[in-house]
Structure formats: structure tokens, C-alpha cells
Nanobody, 114 residues
Framework: QVQLVASGGGLVQPGGSLRLACAAS????????VTWYRQRPGKERELVAT????????TYADSVKGRFTISRDNAKNTVFLQMNSLKPEDTAVYFC???????WGQGTQVTVSA
């Protein structure tokens, strides 16, 4: 059974950092593309970052490029999203997603506020 469990959210001040984790079970992350999405208050869900299975190629939304880094730890079967230089507009619920089969994690809240 495929499951994605997101964790690591919390309250952080502007300029701070957080690392989100997406722990996968039922499949190995090295074999599948995994994506982080976020949904900001009153907005539609938007793609944040992707790590592609073949070659570990990564892509980012323009709004987070240079600040966020997506990576994976094959031994832990987990995909991470390192978020630096956080801004209030990064406040959102963050979800991990496996496009193959349309599997979503449950979301983790990130709040950036002074």
C-alpha cells in the first residue's frame, strides 16, 4: 500500500529555515518522481518542487528557486524539502505527491510570521 507521510512543518520567523520530510512506504522513492505542492490561504494548490526519478533532476517554481532544495535519502526512503530564507508568503500547507498513481500525503502546515 502506497503511503506518503509529510512532517516537519511549524512556525518560523521570516528569514528562517525548515526542513520538510515526506516518508514513503509501499514503494521506493528512487524509482518514482515525487513532488512537493503547497496551498496558501485562499489560493489554489501550486507546484513547488519536483525530483525526477531518472537522473535525480530537480525543478522548482520561480517563487522558491534559490531558496528551496528538494532531495531524497534512498536509505530512509524519504524525500526532503529544505526551505531557507522563508518569507511570510511561503505560509501554506505543504503536501508531497507521487504523480504515478496520484498519491497524496496528508499535508504539513508551515507558518512564517514574526
Amino acid at each position: 500500500q502506497v503511503q506518503l507521510v509529510a512532517s516537519g512543518g511549524g512556525l518560523v520567523q521570516p528569514g528562517g529555515s525548515l526542513r520538510l520530510a515526506c516518508a514513503a512506504s509501499g514503494f521506493t522513492v528512487i524509482r518514482y518522481t515525487v513532488t512537493w505542492y503547497r496551498q496558501r490561504p485562499g489560493k489554489e494548490r501550486e507546484l513547488v518542487a519536483t525530483i525526477i526519478s531518472v537522473g535525480s533532476i530537480t525543478t522548482y517554481a520561480d517563487s522558491v528557486k534559490g531558496r528551496f532544495t528538494i532531495s531524497r535519502d534512498n536509505a530512509k526512503n524519504t524525500v526532503f524539502l529544505q526551505m531557507n530564507s522563508l518569507k511570510p508568503e511561503d505560509t501554506a500547507v505543504y503536501f508531497c505527491f507521487r504523480p504515478a498513481g496520484n498519491y497524496w500525503g496528508q499535508g504539513t502546515q508551515v507558518t512564517v510570521s514574526a
